[in-house]
């Protein structure tokens, strides 16, 4: 009886071998794909002819690998203006990489018009994260009205 039931284990053992080494993977299933988002300080609403706005932005991930490259451009659908990353003027539309997922934007007015830019973020698994922002322009005679001392109302301003 004893020697019946030590077959009857040896036999159940062997017939769940191979399904015990099936189920191993010798490979690590590794998260790549992360979702990400664009990061952005607040940004100047007023924005003259030829003055420069400074965008700071961070790139945030769900998680974190190394092999994550990503690259950025931008699209101006109004007005006229320059946009720079680390002394590079970009050309609307072509993708530049990020070295380093904190970085500054550079944009200068080149309109007296409202401008409008859209930043694309990217990543090399095809994410991807837009930003807009919006300036108007500022004339003289609103950066004055805008410049009163606290609590100074437009009506008692000299």
């Known amino acids: 009886m004893r020697n019946l039931k030590h077959t009857g284990l040896r036999c159940l053992w ?93 944009y200068t007015s080149r309109s007296t018009d409202q401008q409008t830019i859209d930043v694309y973020v990217s990543d090399n698994f095809g994410n991807m994260v837009v930003k807009n922002f919006a300036f108007n322009n500022q004339s003289d005679s609103t950066s004055k009205a805008e410049m009163r001392p606290f609590g100074v109302s437009s009506a008692s301003a000299p």
């Open 14 to 106: 062997y017939a769940a071998l191979p399904l015990i080494a099936c189920a191993c993977n010798s490979s690590l299933d590794i998260q790549r794909d992360y979702k990400f988002d664009l990061l952005t300080m607040p940004v100047v609403k007023q924005l003259a002819q030829g003055e420069v706005a400074e965008i700071r932005c961070e790139i945030v991930s769900e998680g974190n690998y190394n092999g994550a490259q990503y690259f950025i451009r931008y699209f101006q659908p109004d007005g006229r203006g320059e946009l720079r990353l680390d002394g590079v003027l970009f050309v609307p539309n072509d993708s530049y990489p990020l070295y380093s997922k904190e970085f500054r934007l550079y």
